[in-house]
């Protein structure tokens, strides 16, 4: 059974960072690429960005480009989002999601197998 897992959301100022963790097990973690979500309320889920299983490659949402970074390591089998310089607008629950290929996932268009319960970040203004 593959299990995913994030951790680390929480409450920051506007201009603050926060670093987001997921754990992943079942499966050879470094075969596989992993993402990240998020989900404001009222609005629908939107790709945040993902890494290749090498972590080698990444991919961001433009929104996101410059501020947030994804990383991973592949012998803990652990994914990391740094985020900076936060906004309000970057508040919404936080998902990790494991997909079911290596390559660096295509934002909207692939399809996560596998998705953790999600985080909360939340931005003060």
């Known amino acids: 059974q593959v299990l995913v897992e994030e951790s680390g959301g929480g409450l920051v100022q506007t201009g603050g960072s926060l670093r987001l963790s997921c754990v992943a097990s079942?499966?050879?973690?470094?075969?596989?690429?992993m993402g990240w979500f998020r989900q404001a309320p009222g609005k629908e889920r939107e790709f945040v960005g993902g890494?290749?299983?090498?972590?080698?490659?990444?991919d961001y949402e433009l929104s996101v480009r410059g501020r947030f970074t994804i990383a991973r390591d592949n012998a803990k089998s652990m994914m990391y989002l740094q985020m900076n310089n936060l906004k309000p607008e970057d508040s919404a629950v936080y998902y990790c999601?494991?997909?079911?290929?290596?390559?660096?996932?295509?934002?909207?268009?692939?399809?996560?197998?596998?998705w953790g319960q999600g985080t909360q970040v939340t931005v003060s203004s």
């Open positions: 890494i290749s299983g090498d972590g080698f490659s990444t």
């Open positions: 999601a494991s997909y079911p290929f290596p390559s660096v996932p295509l934002g909207r268009y692939s399809e996560p197998d596998y």
């Open positions: 079942g499966r050879t973690f470094s075969r596989y690429a």
